[in-house]
């Protein structure tokens, strides 16, 4: 009995060996950077700018006050956002505003864990990072003479050196080496609609007429207004191209809307007001070719 219990734990141990040696080891996926929220998770944790106390919180709960991750330095104030991949987090402070209206921008890190923090570089008007790529931060920054203008500035994190890439426009969305952009203003109605390309360092315009723009699978969906002018009951039709702008398709001719939200390939989100402003949510099956009304927690901006 004892034999048998020693050679069983022998091919026991033998086999245990087997796995170790023989077993493929697993890659860990590197989480991609994505702005941050009080509502957004980024990897463990929900990270956000507190006013109040003028610094960032993390929390790995999306309810409750969190813990301050970093404050911002004596006579600076945090951004409104910041930008994390749940292990690194960049943000900007801001010093005070001069005569004309600028202040310098200092662009920092931290890690989540709370080590780490620096300041990376400085750049006029900076007001928040929207992406990032390998070993590059994209900012957006105002204009140092009109403040309804923002640009997309580069900074390389190694060095701090900073490069304007497209003017007026701001970055919505990232996937991978492509970013989407369009102007910043606030204003509602046609806008010009690029794709940057991070590789190559170019930016390319999709349409000038652009109401909404998301990436979906490995394309760009986008609504185009038909009339090109913005009112509570415009037309716009519904188009697709590649990450790099190119084969660009009709996907819908023509939808009447105030405005687009989430376009997919199989689905196209929007909104109607009326003369009182009462608005009314659809989502429209473009297989179907059919809409439908929906509530407006179902609807996807």
């Known amino acids: 009995m004892k034999k048998q219990k020693t050679l ?21 996926q590197a989480a991609s950077f994505k702005q941050c929220g009080r509502t957004v998770k980024t990897g463990k944790y929900y990270i956000w700018t507190d006013s109040r106390s003028n610094s960032l919180r993390i929390s790995t709960s999306k309810s409750g006050s969190g813990s301050v991750l970093v404050s911002a330095a004596s006579g600076r104030y945090l951004t409104y956002s910041c930008l994390s991949d749940g292990a690194t987090v960049y943000y900007v402070e801001r010093g005070t505003y001069d005569s004309k209206g600028n202040y310098t921008g200092y662009v920092c890190k931290i890690k989540t864990n709370g080590t780490g923090q620096a300041t990376l570089g400085r750049l006029k008007n900076a007001l928040c990072p929207t992406a990032y790529y390998k070993s590059n931060l994209y900012l957006d920054c105002y204009d140092t ?19 304007r890439t497209m003017k007026n426009a701001s970055v919505m969305e990232q996937n991978g080496r492509y ?24 930016a390319t315009t999709i349409t000038k007429k652009a109401g909404s723009a998301n990436f979906s699978g490995k ?13 509570s009951s415009s037309t716009f039709r ?7 702008a190119k ?6 001719k ?37 809409a439908a009304k929906i509530k407006s927690s179902k609807y996807l901006a």
């Open 145 to 163: 003479t009109d403040a309804t203008l923002i640009h997309t500035y580069r900074m390389a994190v190694n060095t701090g050196k900073t490069k």
């Open 247 to 252: 084969s660009k398709k009709t996907v819908v």
């Open 179 to 202: 970013l989407l952009a369009m102007p910043n203003s606030g204003a509602v109605g046609p806008r010009r609609l690029s794709v940057y390309d991070c590789k190559k360092g170019k």
């Open 8 to 28: 069983y734990l022998g091919l026991l141990s033998l086999c245990l060996l087997a796995v170790l040696l023989f077993a493929a080891p697993v890659k860990a």
């Open 238 to 244: 519904i188009r697709s191209c590649s990450l790099s």
């Open 254 to 290: 023509k939808i009447k809307a105030t405005n687009t939200g989430m376009l997919t390939s199989k689905y196209a989100y929007y909104i109607t007001s009326d003369s009182r402003g009462k608005i009314k949510y659809y989502r429209y099956d473009i297989k179907k070719k059919k």
């Open 219 to 231: 394309k760009i969906y986008y609504s185009e207004y038909v009339a090109g002018e913005y009112s």
